[in-house]
């Protein structure tokens, strides 16, 4: 028993114009073809190969001495048990930030470096203490950093 064959028919005026055209049109709609029916349905691919690992939430907003959201401001976090920041990032324009960090269960510490910030009045900042940040399992911690 022979399986079903896909058949192109191509003028043949248009063979003998366009050559070597019609032969990369006619591989290019075989992989196609011949593509889709190869990988079964539900099969993995490549790309979805990879499993995500589980992950916690960090998010939060930094504020000014208005009570305004602060934007651009350099925020950084590290493991409470590291003495150097290990995630830096910025706050966007709403203020905010938010940070992946492995799931299960641990304690951060979150505060914002001012080295270079200009507020938008052109006052100068002082930063507030760290906030410690305990994360259990795959959950989300909101914190304000509050700017003076």
């Given at each position: 028993?022979?399986?079903?064959?896909?058949?192109?028919?191509v003028?043949?005026?248009?063979?003998?114009?366009?050559?070597?055209?019609?032969?990369?049109?006619?591989?290019?709609?075989?992989?196609?073809?011949?593509?889709?029916?190869?990988?079964?349905?539900?099969?993995a691919?490549?790309?979805?190969?990879?499993?995500e690992?589980?992950?916690?939430?960090?998010?939060?907003?930094?504020?000014?001495?208005?009570n305004?959201?602060?934007?651009?401001?350099?925020?950084?976090?590290?493991?409470?048990?590291?003495?150097?920041?290990?995630?830096?990032?910025?706050?966007?324009?709403?203020?905010?930030?938010?940070?992946?960090?492995?799931?299960?269960?641990?304690?951060?510490?979150?505060?914002?470096?001012?080295?270079?910030?200009?507020?938008?009045?052109?006052?100068?900042?002082?930063?507030?203490?760290?906030?410690?940040?305990?994360?259990?399992?795959?959950?989300?911690?909101?914190?304000?950093?509050?700017?003076e």
């Open positions: 028993m022979t399986s079903p064959r896909a058949c192109i028919l003028p043949s005026s248009f063979v003998a114009h366009r050559g070597s055209r019609v032969v990369l049109l006619g591989m290019l709609l075989s992989m196609v073809c011949f593509g889709r029916a190869a990988a079964a349905p539900g099969s691919s490549p790309a979805g190969s990879k499993h690992k589980p992950y916690a939430l960090i998010f939060g907003t930094v504020w000014g001495p208005d305004h959201p602060l934007c651009g401001v350099k925020v950084k976090i590290r493991r409470a048990d590291q003495k150097k920041a290990h995630w830096e990032l910025a706050s966007d324009h709403n203020g905010e930030f938010a940070l992946r960090v492995p799931a299960g269960q641990g304690d951060y510490l979150v505060w914002a470096d001012l080295k270079g910030y200009k507020s938008p009045g052109g006052k100068q900042l002082q930063p507030t203490q760290e906030v410690r940040v305990h994360i259990e399992n795959d959950e989300r911690a909101n914190i304000g950093l509050h700017l």
